[in-house]
């Protein structure tokens, strides 16, 4: 069973950045069995990718969804077990819910990951 719980929501202006984390815990070294990913759902909307880490070998992949590249940064530190989003130049629309999840497979399809947080909300205003 795997474990993942989010921190670092609020709220903050536009044009600002916020780290969100997510720490996982369970059996083994969760970060190199599983893809971790971020998503994301705004009031009304479905759930959208965000992001997603993956470790092979000795290689580490990243990738980002088109919304956000060249703003949010993907990053895992596997002596925390820990990944991280850290979001800049953020915009009102970056306002959502944003879910950790841990999945077996490299994709940006919710419906391929297995465990998810609870979520931790993320609100841009000024």
């Known amino acids: 069973q795997v474990h993942l719980a989010e921190s670092g929501g609020g709220l903050v202006q536009p044009g600002n950045s916020l780290t969100l984390s997510c720490a996982s815990s369970?059996?083994?070294?969760?970060?190199?069995?599983?893809?971790m990913g971020w998503f994301r759902q705004a009031p009304g909307k479905e759930r959208e990718y965000v992001a997603r880490?993956?470790?092979?070998?000795?290689?580490?992949?990243?990738y980002l969804a088109a919304s956000v590249r060249g703003r949010f940064v993907i990053s895992r530190d596997s002596a925390k077990n820990t990944i991280y989003l850290r979001m800049n130049s953020l915009k009102p629309e970056d306002t959502a819910v944003y879910y950790c999840?841990?999945?077996?497979?490299?994709?940006?399809?919710?419906?391929?990951?297995?465990?998810w947080g609870q979520g931790t909300q993320v609100t841009v205003s000024s």
């Open positions: 999840a841990a999945g077996p497979v490299s994709t940006g399809n919710d419906r391929d990951y297995v465990y």
């Open positions: 369970g059996a083994g070294d969760i970060l190199s069995k599983y893809v």
């Open positions: 880490v993956s470790w092979s070998t000795r290689d580490e992949h990243t």
